[in-house]
Nanobody
Framework: QLQLVESGGGLVQPGGSLRLSCAASGEGLDWDAILWFRQAPGKEREGIACISASGSNTHYADSVKGRVTISRDSRDHASVSVYLQMTHLRPGDTAIYFC????????????????????WGKGAPVNVSS
């Protein structure tokens, strides 16, 4: 069983920056890619960034490419922090942001379009507004 807790959300002005954190804990994280999703009001949940279990590969949705950077800090096999640095934020980025894990036998694989996540956090709200 893995636990994921997001933090760092809040209100930010258009054009501003924000860094979200995902604290993941539990056995087996060495084999989990970690993804960030977001869900805006009235819209479907969207995968926006992914980092492989190895930390060597990343993948971004076109909607955020160039404005978002995902990174991973693996303290040990049971404790990982994943960060989502967001810049040039727009009102359209307003959403609840979730992190989730995806087991992979190949530690370098990562795809933001992956389906069927294994574990989810409860989300952190981001509101981009003046």
């Amino acid at each position: 069983q893995l636990q994921l807790v997001e933090s760092g959300g809040g209100l930010v002005q258009p054009g501003g920056s924000l860094r979200l954190s995902c604290a993941a804990s539990g056995e087996g994280l060495d084999w989990d890619a970690i993804l960030w999703f977001r869900q805006a009001p009235g819209k479907e949940r969207e995968g926006i960034a992914c980092i492989s279990a190895s930390g060597s590969n990343t993948h971004y949705a076109d909607s955020v490419k160039g404005r978002v950077t995902i990174s991973r800090d693996s303290r040990d096999h049971a404790s990982v922090s994943v960060y989502l640095q967001m810049t040039h934020l727009r009102p359209g980025d307003t959403a609840i942001y979730f992190c989730a894990t995806k087991f992979s036998f190949v530690r370098t694989l990562c795809d933001v379009r992956a389906q069927s996540m294994d574990f989810w956090g409860k989300g952190a709200p981001v509101n981009v507004s003046s």
